[in-house]
């Protein structure tokens, strides 16, 4: 495992720590001694989306602040964990405390979020590219001169005309870039919160302690493990950004359908997961919030296991089209999932709702997740040369399918603020009114992204047929 795949491994256990269970559980708690507990989880969520898209957006005005911002965001999360040691540590008033868990601690954590996952597909990819050309030098697709023209290059636009000039359509078999990714994010998350589970049954100080020491040592880590030599070209971290242009009426038209597509999965993904998480401190501790974060994870890793066997092997056409049934499939599990976690509601019943909860996510986590990056990425902001439908289709761009997700996402919360004083004219707790509002969106994106799903799904021979390399003859 060379540099990246380690500091991200780690960052993945300290964001399980800080972001999914000690962020939120502070927030709650400083809030619930006031009488608010709600209202501070709302605060939270909302200044994190905020912190999250601001830091986003400063870091993609060019590269070098895109790469400064990547490599330096561990250090927002060792800030954020030494303010969570300083809480447990003196005694604040019941006022700082709920100031810092739903303003400061949440503009650290979604600070890193956005200075970091801005820039981390296009790092990755460059990772996964160097990868790919090992493989092809060593099935003698390409001569060592080729090998060392592509694997020295800066990745900028043209290396995806060179590539297909010397390679065409050889390809090697070698995993997906996500299935690697998203496997080593579900361990680190199951990891983190067997962490969680140690250090409260283990001892009598207040258990976010630890786990803010803990969460310090990880990011601390991870912020000075060097960059690997290989991903640099002159000195300079070397990335594989790309979008389509803004302006023409192709790149537009795939600009807005990547948009819609990333944007509906976004906004399905932190609905059902903010209301989860309403429910399981609102019913319970940090246990119940472990339980329903393992669970997910679990089936995380399962539900993948399972689709690939039953994919078996497909070609490329015939996979495409299994892969969109499964993405429309999952869809409607999500709406099942959603109604019957809000039919729980109607006497708290811990146990159905973690049956809604699992079918939702192994659909979100399990089935769609991977799909949703070739999708909205492979698809419309970052197809492969090959299926370019004009030249020059693409330019180079910092993190745009995660810049367009914030931005779905702060928008979408402006829905929550408008939504929240409506509590004073209905029959609802602030927590239960919340939940619902919070499925209720879960269902019309989940309904939207299988209505996206059957309207403007591509097949790769769809792709060729549109590409300016194949044209209609």
Sequence with gaps: MDSEPKRRFVLRLVTSLLTRIIGPVFAWNAWDALGWGALGLLLYAIVHTIAKWTLANIAKRNPQIANI?????????????????????????????????????????GGY??????????????????????????????????????EKHPMTLDYDRIKWEILGEKKVDLPPREDDFLNKEIIATIAACILIILVT???????????????????????????????????TLRRKDRAPLSNGETGLRHRLLGKSITGAYGMMQISVTWAMR???????????LVVFITIAEVLGWCAPKLIKRIRGK?????????????????????????????????DYNVAIFIIGWALAQSAIRGATRGLELKFANRQYLSPRYEHWPEPNFLIEEVGIRERMKFSQQLMYVGVWIICYPLLLLLPFSETDWMIYVLLFWTIVMALTGFRLGQQIWLHPQDLRKDSFLHPIQ
């Design 69 to 109: 911002a990547y490599r330096h965001a561990p250090a927002a999360l060792c800030v954020a964990s030494i303010a969570c040691i300083a809480s447990q540590s003196f005694d604040p008033s019941p006022l700082q405390l709920a100031l810092f868990s739903a303003i400061a601690l949440p503009i650290l954590l």
């Design 113 to 150: 979020e956005g200075a970091y996952w801005v820039s981390f597909h296009g790092v990755d990819a460059v990772r996964f590219e160097l990868r790919t050309l090992d493989l092809h030098r060593q099935e003698a697709n390409i001569s060592e001169g080729q090998y060392e023209r592509l």
């Design 201 to 235: 049954e283990g001892s009598s100080v207040d258990w976010k302690f630890y786990a803010g020491v803990i969460a310090f040592i990880l990011a601390g880590a991870a912020w000075h493990i060097p960059i690997d030599q290989s991903m640099l070209h002159d000195g």
């Design 278 to 288: 309403f429910f399981a401190l609102s019913t319970g501790d940090v246990s119940h």
């Design 314 to 346: 497909r070609g490329e056409q015939q996979e495409s089209e299994f892969d969109q049934q499964v993405w429309n499939l999952a869809h409607l599990f999500v709406v099942l999932g959603a109604l019957i976690m809000g039919y729980s509601m109607r």
